[in-house]
């Protein structure tokens, strides 16, 4: 069993390789990562100032009084006094560790959030690509198309010049050829707008192939990964540390402080010093309709997580039932290609000894030129949505 898991992973990760480097680029170039690294340092600067302050919130007040008296025996009448005291406000019983806490969960949230951004990011790469491989399918089995049609084009010149074909007919052909020549070079103009497109978020890769065509993960594998459920539960816990430090408001605080007086006063006996510790007990305590408040939005957020475990399932669903839809499809087509193909040079030769007329040979082009048209988009999206499902199942797509 293990050896298979390994197995599983090893090819996956291969297969994937070229989209992954692509993604990575990407990451790279937009600097997600870089940004959660400098918000996560400032974060923990944030905490580290908290506790610091726990212990060191430090103020100090000084004061100069000038007193004027009468009848003194050896003075003027006048003398000063200098007051200065220093204070330390020290929170012993940790009524502010919910900060610490607060913080820490914003930083988890973030990193959530930017699990949600990367995997949305590949979400929309990967669409993006295999809309570009698709076209250029397309585009090539319309050159192919374009140029075997124009090689008949030359041999009903010929017939005409004979009085075989009219000029009538011959001007259709022709008329018909410029049409698609006409949406190829609309295709390749497309093609250049998606590769620019594709280069902003990577300007040094080439733009990959998606190469996934089965499923290496099961349904449990990708809905073990739902980050939009884990933001959820973060943001319910950050607003019950939130209540619990209203609630901890009426917690008391300790001030210790140190004091020195100056006297100029001939009566007094020197100057004084002094030392004091208060407690400081807020006694309206906390504001507990909001801490109610708080609690019944957090309980209305865990409420929530049950949806989006849903709405995660309904996602694995469309990407599956999307899969197994274009997998059939392209199965019955790639059947059926052959026949057309065969269909396809019959009623050539059949047009070209004048047996069908040209309605009849360019249907049965059409219809040939739309089953490998659609074996292509069929094509495609099986890769697409394998890719999206293995990689997210994976977990790589958030490293």
């Known amino acids: 069993m293990l050896k298979k898991i390994v197995t599983l992973s090893l090819f996956a990760f291969t297969l994937q390789a070229d989209m992954i480097g692509f993604y990575s680029s990407a990451l790279k170039n937009l600097e997600y990562n870089k940004n959660y690294t400098l918000y996560e340092k400032a974060n923990q600067t944030s905490q580290s100032a908290i506790t610091y302050s726990k212990y060191a919130n430090f103020s100090a007040d000084a004061a100069y009084t000038k007193t004027y008296a009468k009848l003194l025996p050896s003075s003027s009448g006048n003398f000063g006094a200098t007051d200065i005291a220093f204070h330390d406000t020290i929170d012993i019983f940790g009524k502010n560790d919910y900060k610490i806490k607060t913080l820490r969960l914003d930083t988890e949230m973030k990193k959530s959030r930017l699990k949600l951004k990367k995997e949305q990011l590949f979400t929309a790469l990967a669409d993006m690509v295999s809309l570009y491989n698709q076209t250029t399918a397309q585009l090539k089995i319309r050159q192919e198309f374009y140029n075997k049609e124009n090689r008949i084009y030359k041999k009903l010149e010929a017939l005409e010049k004979n009085g075989d074909v009219t000029e009538f007919e011959l001007l259709r052909f022709k008329n018909t050829l410029t049409t698609l020549k006409t949406s190829m070079i609309s295709m390749k103009q497309e093609l250049t707008k998606m590769k620019m497109q594709l280069n902003l978020y990577a300007p040094k890769e080439t733009i990959p192939t ?70 400081h007990i807020p006694l309206n305590g906390g504001d507990f309709k909001e801490v109610e408040a708080l609690k019944v939005s957090a309980l209305t957020k865990e409420t929530k997580n049950r949806e989006y475990k849903i709405q995660r399932e309904q996602e694995y669903i469309r990407h599956y039932q999307e899969y197994q839809n274009a997998k059939k499809q392209l199965e019955i087509l ?32 059409q219809q040939t030129l739309n089953v490998k048209n659609q074996i292509i988009v069929m094509k495609n999206k099986e890769q697409l949505e394998a890719t999206i499902i293995n990689t997210i199942s994976s977990g790589k797509v958030y490293e």
């Open 334 to 365: 790639e059947r059926s290609q052959q026949d057309f193909e065969k269909s396809e040079d019959t009623i050539q030769k059949a047009y070209l000894k004048r047996y069908v007329d040209f309605n009849t040979y360019l249907q049965v082009l």
């Open 210 to 279: 998606l190469t996934h065509t089965k499923l290496l993960y099961t349904k449990k594998d990708f809905l073990l990964h739902n980050p939009q459920v884990t933001i959820n539960k973060l943001d319910s816990q950050k607003l019950l540390s939130q209540a619990k430090g209203l609630s901890n408001s009426y917690i008391p605080t300790i001030d210790v402080s140190a004091a020195y007086q100056k006297l100029d006063d001939p009566t007094s006996y020197g100057d004084n010093h002094s030392f004091g510790a208060s407690l």
